[in-house]
RNA sequence: GGCCCCGUCGCCAAGUGGUAAGGCAGAGGUCUGCAAAACCUCCAUCACCAGUUCGAAUCUGGUCGGGGCCUCCA
């Protein structure tokens, strides 16, 4: 099997080969820094975390660049609003971004340039384009002459004519023709600014991720990846300025994820229904949030709901609580030094079968365009045979079992690894939530496990209309018990 | 208006030519004092219509419905 990845700009799947064999250079758009993030970057930077741990985990050496965009329109006008410096708003949001994707659990990228640093290779660039007739300046200002790239608009699929209705030049820009854009703006007073040829002034907006990721990865890069909305301008703008710069093709593949929506309707900041990690933070774990957004092919729309983020968790909770019981049948049974099973049953077959491949099935699914949501259907098959395995519990005749309880543990831990998942300890993980669920049941865990005694109790002296007087109403609290012959635990449903 | 995407079980969600993964919910069963958890069994012909094909959820055309981009946006 190899890996095969959608490419925009083909509008198929195609298979991947990396230009360097066994190496891979990816560049991925993160933020403009000039507010927290909502749940939309969120998707985006999970999403290509986890193209960065399966190129690795499949033996590539991946180098990749995440860049943040610390100079721009936004970032001006929030620090003047609050009055403090471009500088200072930026860099608190960076340290915000910082936490919240370390909160996330993403692994870091290899290099996390800001545009900030690379102005010289910015002023390089658009000297390139001057000379090559592909921007002009104008004012103190330096424009893209978009005519002159014959493959302006390949990658978003419009014709320039049509594009022409909605452009329009803004008073004060100097452009030849409407549809060119800015590399370079002049700088009004109080902006910040840099000394150019053109006098002082800043990058405008797209220039910054084709100085970066030529500095970092070289004129002609494997991926570029961002969310839906990039396509156009950002990325085809990316384009333009690349390939005119150096004449050779920018990206072999673009990547780009699907938004997250809020009753069907894209979640943005224009209309004002987003929700930022920190909010969802608060009532969710962040792996409940990674779970959920993996449930979803990364291409497709997700829509964000309090339903569904609860059915992400419960189907977590459905992993930690197999790994937990796995952890403990195999504490509890040492397994012997050659692990034997005379009479394997079919079903016992199926389920050795099953965690034998499932490397294989999980494999299949993450090279099929990374898949991740037919991936966790494959993890989830083996969370059954797991379960049925220590269901079936005759480890006496059949210590084989247990070897295979552990490999599939195993496993689960390594495949969900390099999805981000299944990392905690299994029972520290749902103790965690357990406590959480109690501050909203207003219930402590002491009173729980007092009234757990008192229905022991009643049910030794076989009361029990008592006992399940108490079990009811705990439920109607939203707390659950589970008996077992090792006593009674709880849970919050 | 132009371009693009989508419409799969009650809900979420895979599946892009060979008679529909998985999760949640639901029904029955095993276990249990009774439950819960876990396990077993059951539960869809893929918006609609017309084509192509031996064969289509998967390809083509059309209809209806939803969404996105064209302005800042992951």
């Not at 007073?189 to 970066?212: F, T, V």
Request: aromatic share 10%.
């Amino acid at each position: 099997m190899s890996l095969r990845v959608y490419n925009t700009l083909s509008g198929k799947k195609e298979e991947f080969k990396p230009i360097e064999p066994g190496k891979v250079r990816m560049y991925v758009c993160g933020v403009t820094v000039y507010d927290y993030c909502h749940i939309g970057h969120a998707r985006a930077n999970i999403v290509f975390d986890i193209i960065y741990r399966y190129l690795r985990y499949v033996g590539f050496d991946v180098t990749y660049v995440r860049n943040y965009t610390d100079v721009d329109d936004k970032i001006i006008k929030r620090a003047n609003e609050r009055g403090i410096s471009s500088r200072e708003l930026s860099e608190e949001f960076i340290r915000a971004f910082d936490e919240d994707m370390a909160t996330l659990g993403l692994a870091l990228p290899t290099y996390q340039p800001k545009a900030t640093d690379y102005i010289a290779e910015i002023i390089a660039l658009c000297e390139k384009l001057i000379n090559r007739g592909l921007a002009y300046e104008a004012g103190g200002d330096v424009y893209y002459r978009v005519r002159k790239f014959p493959g302006y608009l390949k990658l978003s699929k419009r014709n320039m004519e049509e594009m022409q209705a909605g452009a329009r030049i803004a008073p004060g820009e100097q452009k030849e023709d409407p549809m060119d854009f800015a590399l370079w703006k002049a700088a009004k007073p109080g902006e910040p600014n840099w000394e150019s040829p053109w006098g002082a002034g800043r990058p405008g907006w797209h220039i910054e991720c084709s100085a970066m990721s030529s500095s970092l990865l070289g004129e002609t890069f494997d991926i570029h990846g961002g969310g839906r909305d990039l396509i156009f301008p950002h990325h085809e703008n990316e384009i333009a300025q690349s390939e005119g710069a150096s004449g050779k093709p920018f990206v072999n593949y673009w990547l780009h994820n699907g938004f997250v929506n809020v009753d069907q309707e894209k979640m943005s900041k224009s209309l004002g229904n987003f929700f930022t990690i920190r909010d969802i933070l608060k009532n969710y774990d962040p792996e409940v949030l990674r779970f959920f957004i993996l449930t979803a092919h990364y291409r497709s729309p997700i829509d964000f709901s309090d339903q569904n983020l609860k059915e992400a968790k419960a189907g977590l909770s459905r992993f930690y609580e197999a790994l937990k019981a796995a952890d403990e049948t195999l504490r509890s049974h040492p397994l012997p030094e050659r692990p034997v099973c005379p009479e394997i049953s079919d079903a016992e077959r199926e389920v050795y079968d099953k965690i034998e491949h499932l490397d294989d099935f999980f494999a299949a699914a993450m090279d099929d365009d990374f898949n991740t949501a037919a991936a966790i259907g494959h993890l989830f098959e083996a969370v059954r045979g797991i379960n049925r395995l220590i269901g079936e519990a005759r480890f006496d005749e059949c210590n084989l079992s247990l070897r295979v309880i552990e490999d599939g543990a195993k496993k689960l831990r390594e495949l969900g690894g390099v999805l981000g998942l299944f990392g905690s300890d299994p029972a520290a993980w749902l103790e965690r939530q357990k406590s959480a669920g109690l501050q909203g049941a207003g219930l402590s865990a002491e009173a729980i496990e007092e009234l757990i005694e008192e229905r022991r109790a009643a049910r030794q002296n076989r009361d029990f209309a008592r006992a399940d007087q108490i079990r009811d109403a705990l439920a109607a609290q939203g707390i659950e018990l589970l008996d077992s012959k090792d006593g009674t635990s709880w849970k919050v449903k």
